[in-house]
């Protein structure tokens, strides 16, 4: 039983151009949300969080959503860079452990 | 300061071993977390520790099990190894509990069981 889905195994963006990540969940009792960024042969690092109270939440160049009605999650590079190319994971906590979808390796082409 | 370092980083075992995986969490963290990392399945869940005690415990089999020691230091123990936990095992730490705070993980133990 999956609570969290991403859908897209991967996606490719042009350079400069916005990236979209999507994550989609089902329980409702999560109140923390959290991206990470996975290079390989390195562990993910911590990109980006929102908690169930705000709806959006700004870094620099990457924004995250949140849709509590529709039970989605995304997250938004923008201008997209090269070094951006990674597997991006969402982590939603329910109080006692992260639950982490199953990653969008996200390719940025020059 | 120094990250979360794990060892080793890659092992090699067959069926019926067991194997015992170490992580040093970065100095001051007091939680330590370990997750399983499969193609397709993402990070899975299998266990919390904070103060030597086990907090949680993902749905994994008793084979796998873990510790944490006074120095934060945890490992993690498969028994009987079988071919499907072939995978990256990932530990992570983070200050306080899990819930809430930001982790940091290590590369990762890539153990391969044939």
């Known amino acids: 039983d999956q609570q969290v889905k991403q859908n897209s195994p991967s996606l490719s963006v042009q350079e400069g151009r916005i990236s979209i990540l999507n994550c989609d969940y089902t329980n409702s009792m999560f109140d923390y949300f959290l991206w990470y960024k996975k290079y390989p042969a390195e562990g993910p690092t911590f990109l980006i969080s929102?908690?169930?109270?705000?709806d959006k939440n700004e870094d620099g160049r990457f924004t995250v959503f949140l849709n509590k009605s529709a039970k989605h999650l995304s997250l938004h590079i923008v201008p997209s860079q090269p070094g951006d190319s990674a597997v991006y994971f969402c982590?939603?906590?329910?109080?006692?452990?992260?639950?982490f979808g199953q990653g969008t390796r996200l390719t940025i082409n020059p | 300061k120094a990250g979360v370092t794990q060892t080793p980083r890659y092992l090699i075992k067959t069926r019926g071993q067991q194997v015992t995986l170490s992580c040093s969490p970065i100095?001051?963290?007091?939680?330590v977390s370990w997750y399983q990392q499969t193609p397709g399945q993402g990070l899975q869940f299998l266990f919390e520790y904070f103060s030597e005690t086990q907090r949680n415990k993902g749905n994994f089999p008793g084979r796998f099990s873990g510790r944490q020691f006074s120095n934060s230091r945890s490992e993690m123990n498969v028994s009987t190894l079988e071919l499907g936990d072939s995978a990256l095992y990932l530990c992570?730490?983070?200050?306080?509990?899990?819930?809430?705070?930001?982790?940091?993980f290590g590369p990762g133990t890539r153990l391969t069981v044939l």
């Open positions: 992570a730490s983070s200050p306080w509990l899990l819930t809430g705070n930001e982790q940091f």
């Open positions: 929102i908690s169930s109270i705000k």
């Open positions: 982590a939603l906590d329910d109080g006692q452990k992260l639950v």
């Open positions: 100095s001051g963290h007091r939680s």
